[in-house]
């Protein structure tokens, strides 16, 4: 299981005063107003603990001022940068909810338990999920995060179980 959550990537920055334009990564983008700190990713093989001084929402995009942040060249070299969490500061997740950096990378099994694939990637498209599988044969194949093709998800075995509906690889 991933010990950092991603929470956000850098749009770009806002205003001249180092503020950064942010996408949320998480299911509540007013999840910003309730972290005192975020880590920044800084491209170098670390991550920058950065004290959030204030939150401001601008349609679906949070502006962060973060601390250590003063100009809009600095904000602006942190485009396309991820900030993270520790998951132990994530919100809590409700039944049949998973934070999707637990999901990707997991094995990918039919009911059978003949191996499928593998979990490359989940794509939110607002009525449900949908999970891109690279299947053993080198193909990709798009899943929808629904009951009737979802059997099961066990993190902490890293192995998803999946019903093929029909038409599904047609």
């Known amino acids: ?71 809009m060249d600095e904000a602006e070299s942190y485009r396309g940068k991820t900030l ?15 934070y999707i950096g637990d999901l990707i990378g997991m094995d990918v099994v039919l009911e059978d338990g003949s191996s499928f694939g593998v979990l490359k990637d989940v794509m939110e498209t607002g009525a449900n999920d949908v999970y891109v599988v690279k299947t053993t044969q080198g193909k990709e194949v798009l899943l929808p995060a629904i009951g009737e093709c979802i059997s099961d998800v066990d993190v902490e075995t890293g192995v998803m179980t999946v019903h093929l509906m029909d038409g599904l690889l047609s």
């Open 1 to 71: 299981m991933e010990t950092m959550l991603q929470v956000g990537v850098v749009v770009k920055a806002h205003g001249v005063r180092g503020e950064l334009k942010v996408f949320p990564t998480t299911d509540s983008p007013q999840r910003f107003q309730d972290l005192s700190h975020v880590y920044l990713d800084t491209g170098r093989e670390d991550y920058r603990e950065c004290k959030i001084l204030g939150v401001k929402s601008v349609n679906k995009f949070a502006v962060l001022k973060l601390e250590g942040i003063s100009s």
């Open 84 to 98: 993270w969490i520790p998951r132990e500061e994530a919100q809590p997740l409700g039944e049949d909810e998973y």
